[in-house]
C-alpha cells in the first residue's frame, strides 16, 4: 500500500503542503485548473531553512509584482488572503470550485476542506454555514492553496494519507477580527472535528492556520508516530519566516507500507486497517409520515447524495408512534439531502451532528458463476476487505439469489450459499 505521511511536528500552512507535494514528485503542471479560473499565478521556488533545502510556493496575483508586498507577510506567507482578493461567502467560494472542472476526487477534497472552514467559522461566530463571510480564507490566494494541494495530491495518487501529530504553535496571532491566541478560534474548531492530533509550541508564532488544519483534516488520518514505510519520496515545503532553532518546513514521506500504524483513535488497535471517511449524520422526528413515504426514502435521498437511510419506530410526545429518520451523507451533500428528506417527508426541522467520521471497509463485487440443471447463473457478492487486503467478510446479493432462486426453484439461502462458498474459493480462502 502507498502511503503519504505529513511530519507535523513543525506546524503547516496550505502553500507549505503545496511545496512538500511538489517537492515529493508531484508534477506542478497540474495546477493549472485553479490558475485558469483565478487571477493567480502559482511561483515556485527553492529556499533554505536552516540547513534544510526546501521548496517554496508562492500564490501571487497575476497583477502583482514578483515582490511581493513585506506587508503581507506572515508566518507561512500565502496562506491568508487579507489584501488579496475579496471576502466571500461559503456558497461564493463553493460555485468557485465547482467551476474549475475538476475531477470528481479532487473536488471533493477540496469542498470538503472548506465546509470545514466553514463550519468553523460559523461556530465561532455564532452563524449558518450559508452565511459565513470567508476573510483570510476565502481570497483567491487561499482558495488556490486550497484545491492545489488537492490536485497535487490527487496526482501523487497515495493509497492511504496520515499525519503526525500537528504543532500549533504559540502566543498570539493578528486577524481580521482582532488579536487572539494561537491556536486561532477556527484553527481551534478544525482540531476538533479532525482525525489527528493537535499539540501546542515548539515556538510562540502561529505554526498551524486555519486553511493548514482544514486540508489536514480533508486528506489525513492521525497517526501517533511515522508508520513504518519504505521511503522513496521525501519532500521539505517551507514557509515564508524563518526561526533561529526549528526548520520552518513541512516535511512529507512516501513509501510502500504504513498498513500498522499507531492509530490515534483507538488502543488495541481493532480499527487498524478500515479506511477514515468522513460524513454528515442527519436526524428528524416525524409523527405523521405514511408508509408509502417511509418505504421511499431510500431511493429519493440515495438520488441526491444520501450513503445510508435508517428508519427507527419510536415514542414521540404526547406517547404518540412515530419514526426517527437517520441519514448519512458526505458533508457537501448534507444541505441536498436535508433539503429532498424535508420536502418528502414535510419535517419541520433536520439536524446535523458536528462533522464526524466513520470507519468503513475497502469494498468489491465478484461475481459467482453458478452451474444449476446444467444452466450458468450469475451472482454478485460483495467482499469486504481491510486496506492491506485482509479479506473478512463475504456477502452474497440478495436480490441476485433471490432472481436465481426465482428461475430454478432452488432455496434462496442456498443460492446465497453456494454463491459465497464460490467466491470464497476463488479468493483461496
Request: charged residues 25%; hydrophobic residues 40%; proline residues 4%.
Amino acid at each position: 500500500m502507498r502511503t503519504l505521511v505529513f511530519d507535523g511536528r513543525t506546524g503547516a500552512a496550505g502553500d507549505m503542503i503545496c511545496a512538500a507535494l511538489i517537492a515529493a514528485g508531484a508534477d506542478p503542471d497540474v495546477l493549472a485548473p485553479a490558475s485558469d479560473r483565478l487571477p493567480v499565478r502559482y511561483e515556485i521556488g527553492e529556499t533554505t531553512r536552516n540547513g534544510v533545502r526546501s521548496t517554496t510556493v508562492d500564490v501571487l496575483l497575476n497583477d502583482e509584482d514578483r515582490d511581493h508586498d513585506p506587508s503581507r507577510d506572515h508566518d507561512h506567507a500565502g496562506d491568508r488572503a487579507e489584501g488579496a482578493g475579496s471576502s466571500r461567502s461559503y456558497p461564493e467560494v463553493v460555485a468557485i470550485v465547482e467551476s474549475m472542472g475538476l475531477s470528481e476526487a479532487v473536488e471533493s477534497v477540496a469542498l470538503d476542506a472548506f465546509e470545514l472552514l466553514g463550519r468553523a467559522e460559523a461556530s465561532v461566530h455564532g452563524t449558518d454555514l450559508d452565511e459565513t463571510h470567508f476573510h483570510e480564507v476565502g481570497a483567491d490566494d487561499a482558495i488556490a492553496d486550497v484545491v492545489g494541494a488537492a490536485l497535487l495530491l490527487d496526482d501523487l495518487g497515495p493509497d492511504r494519507v496520515v499525519t503526525t501529530p500537528v504543532a500549533a504553535g504559540g502566543g498570539e496571532v493578528e486577524m481580521a477580527h482582532g488579536t487572539y491566541p494561537v491556536p486561532a478560534p477556527a484553527t481551534t474548531e478544525i482540531a476538533a472535528r479532525a482525525g489527528f492530533s493537535l499539540v501546542g509550541g515548539p515556538i510562540d508564532r502561529e505554526l498551524l492556520t486555519p486553511t493548514g488544519a482544514a486540508i489536514l483534516a480533508a486528506v489525513a488520518d492521525g497517526v501517533d508516530s511515522i508508520p513504518d514505510i519504505e521511503v522513496d519520496a521525501t519532500g521539505y515545503g517551507a514557509g515564508d519566516a524563518a526561526f533561529d532553532a526549528h526548520p520552518n518546513v513541512l516535511r512529507v514521506l512516501v513509501g510502500d507500507g504504513g498498513n500498522r500504524g499507531d492509530e490515534s483513535d483507538g488502543e488495541d488497535g481493532s480499527d487498524e486497517g478500515l479506511i477514515h471517511d468522513d460524513v454528515a449524520v442527519l436526524e428528524t422526528n416525524l409523527d405523521d409520515a405514511s408508509p408509502e413515504v417511509l418505504g421511499g426514502l431510500q431511493e429519493t435521498l440515495e438520488d441526491v447524495g444520501a450513503r445510508d437511510v435508517t428508519i427507527v419506530p419510536t415514542t414521540m410526545k404526547k406517547s404518540r408512534p412515530g419514526h426517527l429518520v437517520t441519514v448519512i451523507c458526505k458533508p457537501a451533500d448534507a444541505e441536498a439531502v436535508a433539503e429532498r428528506l424535508a420536502r418528502e417527508t414535510g419535517t419541520l426541522g433536520v439536524r446535523q451532528s458536528a462533522a464526524s467520521h466513520r470507519w468503513i471497509a475497502e469494498r468489491a463485487f465478484e461475481t459467482a458463476a453458478l452451474s444449476i440443471d446444467g444452466d450458468e447463473y450469475e451472482v454478485s457478492v460483495k467482499v469486504a476487505s481491510t486496506a492491506d487486503g485482509d479479506v473478512y467478510d463475504v456477502s452474497a446479493e440478495y436480490d441476485d439469489a433471490a432472481a436465481v432462486a426465482g428461475s430454478t426453484g432452488a432455496p434462496i439461502r442456498e443460492i446465497l450459499r453456494r454463491a459465497e462458498a464460490r467466491v470464497r474459493e476463488d479468493l483461496g480462502e
